[in-house]
């Protein structure tokens, strides 16, 4: 005897069928939905291998940027050095060119003014207070200088004085006696006569017959000196004191 009866039977295949084309609607669903995932995936690949070409591409604009600021500073500085060469050599044409030149008179520099190149003179040179010569001082003459004057170069004459708070960048020398003022700055400072240095003055050297320092005298580079010499308080002096032939 069957187990079912052929209605049944038709039932039980027509159940199965429908489960079946379930299955087969619910595996196309599966497939549709995997399909956009894998779309999705690929899409996140792509969007990361862009942004790892972004972050190159930036990386490289970086280097860049940076490769530029530091050829553009080293450009900068080279103009500075230019520059500083070229106002170097124009000081140094103006210190070695006599702006004044006089055979007859004395020159007189007035108070406060600036002169840009050397004085040359056959007479005498007065130069008043706080001027500024930016040259040498070359005179067969006297040379007086006031307070608070400021010479790039060497002066030279026959007896030189010097006021307070003056410096002078290179030598003084003297044919005859040079007296230098308190608080001032000076290199090498030679007179055949007698040399007085003022009270706090500092300089490099000292050749004089007799040399007199005052009090707070600094000397960086010895003494020479071929008379007598006398020494105040409080005084420093680096280097070899002698007597010169």
Same mark, same amino acid.
């Not at 899409?43 to 940027?65: P, T």
């Not at 070695?96 to 600036?114: L, M, R």
């Not at 040498?136 to 003459?141: C, E």
């Not at 003055?201 to 007199?212: F, H, M, N, S, Y």
């Given at each position: 005897?069957?187990?079912?009866?052929?209605?049944?039977?038709?039932?039980? !295949?027509?159940?199965?069928?429908?489960?079946?084309?379930?299955?087969?609607?619910?595996?196309? =669903?599966?497939?549709?939905?995997?399909?956009?995932?894998?779309?999705?995936?690929?899409?996140?690949?792509?969007?990361?291998?862009?942004?790892?070409?972004?972050?190159?591409?930036?990386?490289?604009?970086?280097?860049?940027?940076?490769?530029?600021?530091?050829?553009?500073?080293?450009?900068?500085?080279?103009?500075?050095?230019?520059?500083?060469?070229?106002?170097?050599?124009?000081?140094?044409?103006?210190?070695?060119?006599?702006?004044?030149?006089?055979?007859?008179?004395?020159?007189? !520099?007035?108070?406060?003014?600036?002169?840009?190149?050397?004085?040359?003179?056959?007479?005498?040179?007065? !130069?008043?207070?706080? =001027?500024?010569?930016?040259?040498?001082?070359?005179?067969?003459?006297?040379?007086?200088?006031?307070?608070?004057?400021?010479?790039?170069?060497?002066?030279?004459?026959?007896?030189?004085?010097?006021?307070?708070?003056?410096?002078?960048?290179?030598?003084?020398?003297?044919?005859?006696?040079?007296?230098?003022?308190?608080?001032?700055?000076?290199?090498?400072?030679?007179?055949?006569?007698?040399?007085?240095?003022?009270?706090?003055?500092?300089?490099?050297?000292?050749?004089?017959?007799?040399?007199?320092?005052?009090?707070?005298?600094?000397?960086?580079?010895?003494?020479?000196?071929?008379? =007598?010499?006398?020494?105040?308080?409080?005084?420093?002096?680096?280097?070899? !004191?002698?007597?010169?032939?």
């Amino acid at each position: 005897m069957p187990i079912f009866s052929g209605k049944e039977k038709e039932r039980k !295949i027509r159940v199965l069928t429908q489960q079946l084309e379930n299955l087969k609607r619910q595996n196309q =669903a599966l497939t549709e939905q995997i399909r956009k995932y894998e779309g999705r995936f690929d899409d996140v690949k792509e969007m990361q291998a862009i942004i790892e070409r972004l972050k190159n591409e930036n990386q490289n604009l970086v280097n860049k940027l940076e490769k530029f600021v530091i050829e553009r500073q080293q450009m900068k500085e080279t103009i500075e050095n230019l520059k500083k060469d070229l106002i170097m050599k124009r000081e140094q044409i103006e210190m070695k060119t006599f702006a004044i030149n006089s055979e007859n008179v004395d020159v007189v !520099i007035s108070k406060g003014i600036t002169i840009n190149g050397g004085i040359n003179s056959k007479k005498n040179v007065i !130069i008043e207070e706080k =001027a500024r010569i930016n040259g040498d001082i070359k005179a067969s003459g006297d040379v007086t200088i006031g307070n608070e004057v400021y010479i790039k170069g060497f002066v030279e004459g026959n007896s030189i004085k010097i006021g307070d708070g003056v410096t002078v960048e290179d030598s003084v020398r003297g044919k005859g006696k040079v007296e230098i003022g308190a608080g001032c700055t000076l290199k090498l400072v030679m007179g055949e006569g007698d040399l007085n240095i003022g009270n706090s003055t500092e300089l490099l050297k000292a050749v004089g017959g007799r040399v007199t320092l005052g009090n707070g005298v600094t000397v960086k580079d010895g003494i020479e000196y071929s008379d =007598a010499m006398k020494i105040g308080s409080n005084v420093t002096i680096h280097g070899e !004191i002698r007597t010169k032939p």
